[in-house]
C-alpha cells in the first residue's frame, strides 16, 4: 500500500511529468497575473473615483479658467478629469491665438474644443480599460487549462495502471483523484478573473459616465465662454460649477 503523504497535491505533482508541471506552472503564472491585476487596478480606479469630485469641485469653484485648472491639477494631478480639462482649455486657447489662420476657417472653436476632448477620454478610457483584456482571456481559458492537465493526468494514471495490470478501486481513485485537482486548479484561478473583470468594468463604466458629463459641461464653457448657471458659494462668489439636473 502506498504511503499517505503521496496522495494529494503533494503526490501529484511528484508523479507527474512535464507536461502536467508545465500546466501546473501555467495556471500560477495566470493566477498571479489575475490577481496583480485586479489588486492594480481596482486601486487605481478608487483612487480615480475618490478624486474625481475632489477635481470637478476643484474647476467649478475657480473664477478665471487658468486658475481653475490650476487648481484641479493641483487637487487631482493623474485624474483624467484634470487631463480632459487641460486638454480642452488649451484647445480653445490655441484656437483663439489663431483666430484669422486656417483653423479657425476649417474648424469651428466648438469642434476643434470637442476633437480636443474626445482625444482626452479617449486616451482615459485605454488607460482604464487596460488589462481588462487579459483578465477576460485568464477568465475563459483557465478551466481548460486545467482540465488538459487533468486529462493528461488521467492519461498517465490509467498508462501506469495498465503496466501494474492492477485496475482496483484502490489502485484507480488515487491516480485519478490527484489528476483532478488540476480542474479545481483552472476554476479556482478562472472566478477570480471573471468577477475581478466584472467589477472593473463596472468601476470604468460609471468613470466614464463621470467624466462624459463634465466633459459635457467644459465644452458648453469654453465654446459660450458661460457658466451654465449661476449658483452661490458660502463665501459669495460666483463658482464655475453648473447647477445639477433633475
Do not use: C
Amino acid at each position: 500500500m502506498d504511503p499517505a503523504p503521496s496522495l494529494g497535491v503533494l503526490g501529484f505533482w511528484t508523479q507527474s511529468d512535464a507536461v502536467s508541471k508545465s500546466a501546473a506552472f501555467l495556471l500560477l503564472v495566470m493566477s498571479l497575473t489575475s490577481w496583480y491585476l485586479i489588486l492594480w487596478k481596482g486601486w487605481r480606479s478608487w483612487h480615480t473615483r475618490r478624486h474625481a469630485e475632489r477635481a470637478m469641485d476643484a474647476f467649478w469653484e475657480g473664477e478665471e479658467l487658468s486658475e481653475s485648472i490650476a487648481h484641479m491639477q493641483l487637487a487631482a494631478p493623474e485624474s483624467p478629469f484634470s487631463e480632459t480639462a487641460a486638454e480642452g482649455a488649451n484647445a480653445a486657447a490655441h484656437h483663439a491665438r489663431h483666430a484669422g489662420g486656417k483653423i479657425a476657417a476649417t474648424l469651428s472653436l466648438s469642434e476643434f474644443v470637442t476633437r480636443a476632448i474626445r482625444r482626452a477620454i479617449t486616451r482615459s478610457t485605454a488607460r482604464l480599460e487596460s488589462g481588462l483584456a487579459v483578465l477576460a482571456s485568464i477568465g475563459a481559458t483557465a478551466p481548460f487549462v486545467g482540465l488538459f492537465g487533468t486529462v493528461w493526468g488521467i492519461y498517465h494514471a490509467l498508462l501506469g495502471i495498465g503496466f501494474t495490470g492492477q485496475a482496483t478501486i484502490d489502485k484507480v481513485a488515487g491516480p485519478v483523484g490527484e489528476a483532478l485537482i488540476m480542474t479545481a486548479f483552472g476554476i479556482a484561478v478562472a472566478v477570480p478573473a471573471v468577477l475581478g473583470y466584472n467589477f472593473l468594468t463596472r468601476a470604468n463604466r460609471v468613470i466614464l459616465a463621470e467624466l462624459d458629463a463634465f466633459a459635457h459641461d467644459l465644452h458648453a464653457y469654453l465654446t459660450t465662454g458661460a457658466r451654465l448657471s449661476m449658483t452661490h458659494d458660502r463665501a459669495g462668489v460666483a463658482p464655475l460649477r453648473p447647477r445639477a439636473k433633475d
